[in-house]
């Protein structure tokens, strides 16, 4: 089946610094999500994104479905950004989301 | 719109008890599923379900049942639990199965089986 690979798996950032969140894909996938997970372990959506690009405030993310990539940028991070953020692709052949294992993200103040 | 509910929040079971997480949504989706949540890791499909009176299994569906008699609701039954099944459970519905199918994940049930 197909495989969801992210990177980096960890981050430290300090406030007000930008990042690149990767998800790589072994398959062609119909649809794609980013979400953040929170401290409290609640699911975020933060974009459906099957190709190209998206913006929401300081996040935005690109996926570029032919070369089995997707990337989630965050600017400017805050303290409330922590957390885990993972990418989940769907093969509508498969019925299935799979998901990657995630980048622990931590903010400093 | 309630969205996504699940219930309980928490629940403590004894190695072999049987038990079934509730999952429901108001948003008349097609597409629902269960995953499981271990500590330091991302979601695995337990089951999933396209419609009402269909499901099918996902990557890790040993020791879990499911049904789907409305399109409202899709419980997840646990027939004997173990050990290892001690975990966070997310149940999530989508519009369709097909394109257009963007998640949404009710708030987890943390499970642990003594």
């Known amino acids: 089946g197909i495989q969801v690979e992210q990177s980096p798996p960890d981050l430290i950032l300090q406030e007000g610094a930008n990042s690149t969140l990767r998800c790589n894909f072994s398959?062609?996938?119909?649809?794609l999500q980013w979400f953040h997970q929170n401290p409290w372990g609640q699911l975020i959506n933060l974009f459906y994104?099957?190709?190209g690009t998206k913006q929401n405030g300081r996040l935005s993310a690109t996926t570029v479905a032919t070369e089995r990539y997707s990337l989630l940028y965050i600017s400017s991070s805050q303290t409330t950004d922590s957390g885990v953020y993972f990418c989940?692709?769907?093969?509508?052949?498969?019925?299935?989301?799979?998901f990657g294992t995630g980048t622990r993200l931590k903010v400093l103040a | 719109n309630a969205g996504v509910t699940q219930t309980p929040k928490f629940q403590v079971l004894k190695t072999g008890q049987s038990m079934t997480l509730q999952c429901a949504q108001d948003?008349?989706?097609?597409?629902m599923s269960w995953y499981r949540q271990d500590p330091g890791m991302g979601l695995r499909l337990i089951h999933y379900?396209?419609?009402?009176?269909?499901?099918d299994q996902g990557e890790v569906p040993n020791g879990y049942n499911v049904s789907r008699s409305t399109t409202e609701d899709f419980p997840l039954r646990l027939l004997s639990a173990a050990p290892s099944q001690t975990s966070v459970y997310f149940c999530?519905?989508?519009?369709?199965?097909?394109?257009?199918?963007?998640?949404?994940f009710g708030p987890g049930t943390r499970l642990t089986v003594l």
């Open positions: 999530a519905s989508s519009r369709t199965s097909g394109p257009n199918n963007e998640q949404f």
């Open positions: 398959d062609s996938v119909n649809n």
């Open positions: 994104i099957p190709s």
């Open positions: 989940a692709a769907f093969t509508s052949g498969t019925y299935k989301y799979i």
């Open positions: 948003m008349n989706h097609e597409y």
């Open positions: 379900s396209v419609g009402a009176g269909i499901t």
